[in-house]
């Protein structure tokens, strides 16, 4: 089966520091892996996707930057965060755009 | 107006109470309809997943889509302690390039 691995849980970084979160998929090949920020009343939105090894699509300009340099591997960075970074922060993947998305665990960062 | 409307909530419950959660949209060109649980610092959860009109039903959930109405729903029924949690409605156009989108949440409690 399928599983998703999101970390670290929770970070807390002073503003202005860089930010490397990682999500790595088993258990399947060639998945459509996205990047979403969840805040408190304003639902999921979705910051990044990647249909393949090297292939970013960004939804929403920001911040932030996403890689994904494995097959199974993604990355959400920044290299100076600001105290509007501050989030829940979900990976997912799916098999094709068309099929349902699942989510990882999360990570909650606070900027301080 | 945003394009997935959900009553944040908190809905209470009493345990074994039939419970029934919505959404509404804008979109007609919505096809792809989905239902989340997430838990409290979580990541959300797949609980269905329709295509089009219709009912689906898996278990104590059944899924609802009226797209005449645009308007789709979940009921739980016999609902338990552990279905305490935010719902969230989902969906999305047909096309490898659409993207979901979400509703922000019902949060339920299902009290003893």
């Known amino acids: 089966s399928q599983t998703i691995h999101q970390w670290p849980a929770t970070l807390v970084q002073p503003v202005g520091s860089p930010l490397s979160l990682e999500c790595t998929v088993e258990?399947?090949?060639?998945?459509?892996l996205y990047w979403y920020r969840q805040a408190a009343g304003r639902g999921l939105q979705l910051l990044f996707y990647?249909?393949?090894?090297?292939?970013i699509s960004s939804e929403v300009p920001q911040n932030l930057s996403a890689s994904r340099p494995q097959d199974r591997q993604f990355i959400l960075s920044s290299k100076k965060l600001l105290l509007s970074d501050s989030g829940f922060y979900l990976c997912?993947?799916?098999?094709?755009?068309?099929?349902?998305?699942?989510f990882g665990d999360g990570t909650r960062l606070s900027i301080l | 107006q945003k394009e997935v409307e959900q009553d944040p909530g908190p809905l209470s419950v009493p345990e074994g109470a039939i419970v029934s959660l919505n959404c509404t949209y804008s979109?007609?060109?919505?096809?792809?309809f989905m239902w989340y649980r997430q838990y409290s610092r979580k990541g959300p959860e797949l609980l269905m997943y329709?295509?089009?009109?219709g009912n689906k039903e898996d278990g104590r959930f059944t899924a609802q889509v009226d797209k005449s109405s645009k308007y789709i729903s979940l009921f739980i029924r016999d609902s338990q302690p552990s279905d305490s949690a935010t719902y969230l409605c989902?969906?999305?156009?047909?096309?490898?390039?659409?993207?979901?989108?979400f509703g922000t949440g019902t949060r339920l409690q299902v009290t003893l």
């Open positions: 997912a993947w799916s098999v094709s755009r068309d099929q349902p998305q699942h």
């Open positions: 258990g399947t090949s060639n998945p459509n």
């Open positions: 990647s249909v393949g090894i090297g292939q």
């Open positions: 979109n007609s060109a919505f096809q792809y």
């Open positions: 329709t295509y089009s009109s």
């Open positions: 989902a969906m999305k156009r047909s096309g490898t390039a659409s993207k979901l989108t």
